[in-house]
């Protein structure tokens, strides 16, 4: 089996980058790969519609660099059956959304650890991709279970109030803030990008560097990471697909019709979309 790149970063205490992706095509993949700037490649499974065929190819793509790792984002719902499938297609790393408890936490750590007694989780061994359908045996899968990195998204009011404890788990590896979720769980769901939501933000990345869980940050590109740095968070995600493109396309769009006066364009009405970062 493949090293797991996050997780080396992580022991060695380096800074790691991401990359969204929220487009199932493997193309893409490749594309990140090739531009040689990232550490991995977070699938936004919960965002994405996907199948297990998909899963598998993105992760063969992902493979053709060996020093790009791939991490999926995996939703409330279906999380026991698609952590499995998703670290057996080859992800090294899963993040998990909608955390609110301690059990909620340990729930997630048995769906990744093998059954072995001293792991104590349940996920089984299978002939899939991970094991090279029959190249590596249970021993050497068990141990690569051990490494895959485990994050978890703190975006509930649930999460916050049981922090401490959420971060006192054993296998806890990192942790970021959703701050549309959480304010929406506070019930200001306007308000994701307010001073009291970076506020909270800040005491979540406080509370993890004291109890040595990596922190991690989501920012739509790397001007935006510095007031974060400066906080101590050395992991960072950065970019959507989707963001990209449509920013590229009023930007260029906008230009054209300065050029061309009287060319046909729809005025695209202004979002409160993703997180761009601390302001």
């Not at 493979?63 to 790009?68: D, I, T």
């Not at 959304?97 to 001293?118: F, M």
């Not at 990195?149 to 916050?160: D, F, P, R, S, Y």
């Not at 101590?232 to 697909?241: A, L, M, P, R, T």
């Amino acid at each position: 089996m493949r090293p797991n790149r996050l997780r080396e970063l992580l022991k060695a205490g380096k800074p790691t980058l991401g990359m969204h992706l929220i487009g199932p095509w493997p193309g893409m993949a490749e594309v990140v790969g090739q531009s040689g700037g990232f550490d991995y490649i977070e699938y936004v499974g919960e965002y994405s519609p996907f199948s297990l065929e998909v899963m598998d190819n993105f992760c063969r793509a992902i493979e053709l660099f060996p020093n790009l790792g791939g991490m999926m984002k995996v939703e409330e719902n279906g999380r026991g059956f698609i952590t499995p499938r998703a670290i057996d297609s080859g992800f090294q790393s899963v993040l998990f959304t909608d955390i609110r408890t301690v059990d909620d936490v340990k729930d997630c750590i048995r769906a990744v650890r093998s059954e072995r007694p001293d792991a104590g989780g349940v996920h089984g061994y299978g002939m899939r991709r991970s094991v090279g359908y029959v190249a590596d045996g249970p021993e050497t899968w068990a141990k690569a279970m051990d490494d895959v990195v485990i994050a978890l998204m703190i975006e509930k009011t649930g999460a916050m109030d049981n922090l401490e404890k959420i971060l006192s788990v054993p296998g806890v590896d990192m942790v970021q803030f959703g701050p549309s979720d959480y304010s929406i769980s506070y019930g200001k769901p306007a308000q994701a990008r307010s001073p009291e939501m970076m506020d909270i933000q800040k005491r979540m990345i406080e509370m993890a560097l004291k109890k040595g869980v990596a922190p991690r940050v989501e920012v739509g590109s790397f001007e935006l990471a510095k007031p974060f740095i400066d906080m101590g968070v050395k992991h960072f995600c950065i970019g959507w697909d989707v963001s990209i493109i449509y920013g590229w396309c009023n930007q260029n769009s906008e230009g054209m019709a300065k050029l061309l006066p009287g060319l046909a364009r729809q005025k695209a009405t202004p979002k409160d979309g993703g997180y761009t970062g601390l302001k």
